[in-house]
T-cell receptor
């Protein structure tokens, strides 16, 4: 069966510090991968998606970036965090069929 | 462009009462519609989905939703609320253009009163 992992689960970082969040998927190959941010009362905002290694599409201009160094690994990064980067970050994948996305457990990021 | 509107950011029901969470969408193409549930500090779990076929869709935990094209709605219902249903619920739409980019509503937090 397929599983999706995210780490860390929680993170507290000062403004201006770098960020690296990791997402990995097991039990499937060549998944579509997604990064979402969830802010209170604002639903889910799609940040990045990837259809293959090295292929990243950005949905919203921001100081975040994403990379996909391996087929089942998706990384969200920032060189300098802003207070507005605080939120709950969710990684998701789908197999490219059946129209269903599967979500990871999320990372709670607090920028102080 | 596609969009999703969830009416009511907070809904309270008594245990055993009907649950009705509202979702309206706009889409220029036949949509694929989803309801997800999120428990505190967890990821999202799919409750049910509509892609094609029968417009009344049954999901997990006793939930169901009906796709009404004429009303552009996909409301979520459950006949009898249970305390464990307390969570946040998200409606989402996609047109399935290969990468299945979802548009999510802003969510409805369901509170179940004893």
């Amino acid at each position: 069966s397929q599983t999706i992992h995210q780490w860390p689960a929680t993170l507290v970082q000062p403004v201006g510090s770098p960020l690296s969040l990791e997402c990995t998927v097991e039990g499937t190959s060549n998944p579509n991968l997604y990064w979402y941010r969830q802010a209170a009362g604002r639903g889910l905002q799609l940040l990045f998606y990837s259809v293959g290694i090295g292929q990243i599409s950005s949905e919203v201009p921001q100081n975040l970036s994403a990379s996909r160094p391996q087929d089942r690994q998706f990384i969200l990064s920032s060189k300098k965090l802003l207070l507005s980067d605080s939120g709950f970050y969710l990684c998701a994948w789908d197999p490219g069929q059946d129209y269903e996305q599967y979500f990871g457990p999320g990372t709670r990021l607090t920028v102080t | 462009a596609q969009s999703v509107t969830q009416l009511g950011s907070h809904v309270s029901v008594s245990e055993g009462a009907l649950v009705l969470l509202r979702c309206n969408y706009s889409s220029s193409v036949p949509p694929y519609l989803f309801w997800y549930v999120q428990y505190p500090n967890q990821g999202l779990q799919l409750l049910l989905k509509y892609t094609t076929g029968a417009t009344l869709v049954k999901g997990i935990n006793g939930f169901e939703a009906e796709f009404k094209k004429s009303e552009t709605s996909f409301h979520l219902t459950k006949p009898s609320a249970h305390m464990s249903d307390a969570a946040e619920y998200f409606c989402a739409v996609t047109k399935g253009s290969g990468t299945y980019k979802y548009i999510f509503g802003t969510g409805t937090r369901l509170k179940v009163l004893a």
